[in-house]
């Protein structure tokens, strides 16, 4: 089976080609599938916007295609950035928007946050697959670590007592909402590949 991940990111790819490998299934990128398509992601959660991307994926190339959507929730912030993620970033660098998330849980007291990811995986039938990770943990007092990216460096997992841009890539995906959610993707596309679940 052939599935194109809504995704031209190679730590992603490499990420998600690594989870479906033991289903024999073979993950392709956009580019690699010869997707080119525009999917404006005005959702209203991020399960709404992965379904967005993999419509237009299916809509471009007629196959299966996965895609997801994924962000921070800080408690002070009334689960903000959340869907708005990237965009709460705008002409900033990553490092200054964390410094304001930072300053806005310092003034508000309450550090509770978490890491959210959402998978649609889409059948060009209709038929799909939703699945969603989430990562507990905190907004941490000092922007530390030089492993991953975004909001990495201010999230502190729960468990830990460092942020998840000090762990290794192993520790990380062991870990993070984006891997817990395509491992219950992998999960679910199993039992449709053997029959033994019907999805909708």
């Given amino acids: 089976m052939e599935i194109i991940l809504a995704s031209n990111n190679p730590d992603k790819l ?3 080609r690594e989870i479906l490998a033991p289903l024999g299934i073979t993950v392709l990128s ?20 992965a379904r967005i991307k993999a419509l ?38 990553y490092k200054e928007a964390c410094r304001d998330i930072m300053e806005t849980v310092d003034r508000a007291g309450a550090r509770g946050a978490r890491f959210r990811c959402a998978v649609v995986c889409r059948f060009p039938d209709g038929r799909e697959i939703a699945c969603e990770g989430v990562i507990e943990g905190r907004i941490g007092r000092v922007y530390e670590g ?3 990216f975004g909001y990495d460096p201010i999230f502190v997992p729960e468990g830990y007592g460092r942020s998840m841009a000090c762990l290794t890539d192993g520790e990380k995906n062991a870990i993070s ?5 395509f491992r219950r993707f992998a999960e679910e596309l199993k039992r449709v590949m053997e029959g033994r679940e019907q999805i909708c």
């Fill in 14 to 16: 490499r990420e998600v």
């Fill in 30 to 49: 956009q580019a690699q599938a010869g997707c080119r398509f525009e999917a404006e992601e005005n959702g209203t959660s991020f399960t709404e916007n």
């Fill in 56 to 93: 237009a994926a299916v809509a471009a190339t007629g196959k299966i295609c996965v895609a997801d959507d994924s962000g921070l929730e800080v408690d002070a912030m009334d689960g903000g950035p959340g869907i708005y993620s990237s965009r709460f970033c705008g002409d900033r660098t």
């Fill in 146 to 148: 030089e492993h991953g």
């Fill in 177 to 181: 909402h984006r891997g817990r959610a």
